[in-house]
């Protein structure tokens, strides 16, 4: 697919949703339905492996979890290529 300058000037306006995942964790219904406000929740990482920064549910790079301004934040460590998140977003018709 051809990518014009005028569809890229486009795209770089569009607003995106990024997701960052910390982990999973696989649980029954019944030990969902058991927590309470206090129980922990083991994720299948390890501590200080970071997070991954999803667009629309694709995998676009990973990043530290950080707190900034009392907030929690990604340090971006690895990211696809631009022209691969170019095509990425035409060909799911984002804009």
Known sequence: MEITERDYDLLV???IVVDVMLGN???TIKEFLDLSPGDVLSLDKAAGS???IYVNKRI???GDIIVMDEKLA???QEAMDSDNVVRYFFEENTI
Do not use: F, K, L, P
Request: zero cysteines; charged letters at 20%; proline letters at 0%.
């Open 74 to 76: 990604v340090r971006v």
């Open 50 to 52: 970071g997070g991954d």
């Open 60 to 62: 676009i790079g990973t």
């Open 25 to 27: 964790a696989n649980i």
């Open 13 to 15: 306006d569009t607003q």
